[in-house]
Each structure stands twice: as structure tokens, then as C-alpha cells.
Nanobody, 120 residues
Framework: QVQLVESGGGLVQPGGSLRLSCAASGSIFSVDAMGWYRQAPGKERDLVASISGGGDTNYADSVKGRFTISRDSAKNTVYLQMNSLKPEDTAVYYC??????????????WGQGTQVTVSS
């Protein structure tokens, strides 16, 4: 069984920073692309940033220049460094990963979500 566990959310003032972490564990053969999505109240879940197995990154226009996604493949962990946070960044942030399990079956796995609130 594979699971993703997120950490690092919380309350921060506008202009502040947070770092989210997401660790994949369980019966993992390999981890391909990983990413972060967010969902604000009453809105759809949208992609924030993604990183391929080879390290190529992709960002939503709204976070370019402020957020940085990275991964530690040895630890099956993905990070999201969020700087210059704005109130509109407030949302539940979800980790997503494409993982092959011990039987080489590829699946799309999601974390439980972590709340990020940007407010003074």
C-alpha cells in the first residue's frame, strides 16, 4: 500500500514564507512525476507546480517567481517553498504523485491535504 503524507501548512502573514513537504511511503518501486495542487473554498482544485522524474518543473502563472518545487528522490519526498505569500494563496494544498508499486502497477496517489492560510 502506498500513501502520501504532507506537512508544513499553517497560518502566515502576507509576504511571509512556508515550506510544504510530502513524503511517499509504502510498497514503492519508483516515483515518477510529483506535484502540488490547491483548492480554495468554492473553487476547483488547480495545479500549483509539478516536477518530473527527471527534474523538469512547471508552475502556475500565479506562483511563478514566488514558489519553488523540488524533490529528494532518495527520500521519495517533494517540497514546495512558498515565498512572498499573498492572501489569495490561501487554500488546502494537496500533494500528488505518480507511483509504481511493488507489482509495477502505476497509480495516481493523493495526500490528505494541508491548510495554508495567509492573513494578517
Amino acid at each position: 500500500q502506498v500513501q502520501l503524507v504532507e506537512s508544513g501548512g499553517g497560518l502566515v502573514q502576507p509576504g511571509g514564507s512556508l515550506r510544504l513537504s510530502c513524503a511517499a511511503s509504502g510498497s514503492i518501486f519508483s516515483v515518477d512525476a510529483m506535484g502540488w495542487y490547491r483548492q480554495a473554498p468554492g473553487k476547483e482544485r488547480d495545479l500549483v507546480a509539478s516536477i518530473s522524474g527527471g527534474g523538469d518543473t512547471n508552475y502556475a502563472d500565479s506562483v511563478k517567481g514566488r514558489f519553488t518545487i523540488s524533490r529528494d528522490s532518495a527520500k521519495n519526498t517533494v517540497y514546495l517553498q512558498m515565498n512572498s505569500l499573498k492572501p489569495e494563496d490561501t487554500a488546502v494544498y494537496y500533494c500528488d504523485a505518480i507511483i509504481r508499486n511493488q507489482y509495477l502497477i502505476k497509480g495516481d496517489y493523493w495526500g490528505q491535504g494541508t491548510q495554508v492560510t495567509v492573513s494578517s
